[in-house]
T-cell receptor
Framework: GENVEQHPSTLSVQEGDSAVIKCTYSDSASNYFPWYKQELGKGPQLIIDIRSNVGEKKDQRIAVTLNKTAKHFSLHITETQPEDSAVYFCAASRSDYKLSFGAGTTVTVRA | KAGVTQTPRYLIKTRGQQVTLSCSPISGHRSVSWYQQTPGQGLQFLFEYFSETQRNKGNFPGRFSGRQFSNSRSEMNVSTLELGDSALYLC?????????????FGPGTRLTVL
């Protein structure tokens, strides 16, 4: 089955700096790559996603890049703010109705 | 539009008991997926239902089962509870049920097995 690896497991950044989280996947048939943010006591919330026919996607301060050849994708958060502190999960899916998640990255934005 | 709702939010059971968790998807959504979240194993897929049919199942023992009703609400059941079943159980819904559709998660049910 699909195996998704996520790095780093923890990330501490100064407010205003950028944060980058990287994921690799094993199944070349995966074609959908969402990123979720999970705050304490809440379920994961989708922040951005990318499909295999696109190399990059941006939404305000958040961007995701996908390299299908290397089977890796990354999340970039620019101008980080304290409210960006949370656990972030990458995921991958092929056409089998399930998401395979990375282990998560705990992001702390220092004021 | 109301989000995904899960009941109950918290549950405490003892080993050997069984438990039923409920999930109401976003109105109009026909697909419901269930995930187990633990500190050690992370988020793991349990099963997915669309129009009352299970389309995929994760690698969990048969003690874990689920079903979906005609109104798209879903329940999952865990029988003969073990300590290791303590986890946050999340459900997610999608509108069309496509594998590349956005999955919207509920807040989860926190199950503690004593």
């Amino acid at each position: 089955g699909e195996n998704v690896e996520q790095h780093p497991s923890t990330l501490s950044v100064q407010e205003g700096d950028s944060a980058v989280i990287k994921c690799t996947y094993s199944d070349s048939a995966s074609n959908y790559f969402p990123w979720y943010k999970q705050e304490l006591g809440k379920g994961p919330q989708l922040i951005i996603d990318i499909r295999s026919n696109v190399g990059e996607k941006k939404d305000q301060r958040i961007a995701v890049t996908l390299n299908k050849t290397a089977k890796h994708f990354s999340l970039h958060i620019t101008e980080t703010q304290p409210e960006d502190s949370a656990v972030y999960f990458c995921a991958a899916s092929r056409s089998d109705y399930k998401l395979s998640f990375g282990a998560g990255t705990t992001v702390t934005v220092r004021a | 539009k109301a989000g995904v709702t899960q009941t109950p939010r918290y549950l405490i059971k003892t080993r050997g008991q069984q438990v039923t968790l409920s999930c109401s998807p976003i109105s109009g959504h026909r697909s419901v997926s269930w995930y187990q979240q633990t500190p050690g194993q992370g988020l793991q897929f349990l099963f997915e239902y669309f129009s009352e049919t299970q389309r995929n199942k994760g690698n969990f023992p048969g003690r874990f089962s689920g079903r979906q009703f005609s109104n798209s609400r879903s329940e999952m059941n865990v029988s003969t509870l073990e300590l290791g079943d303590s986890a946050l159980y999340l459900c997610a819904s999608t509108s069309t049920g496509s594998s590349t559709d956005t999955q919207y998660f509920g807040p989860g049910t926190r199950l503690t097995v004593l």
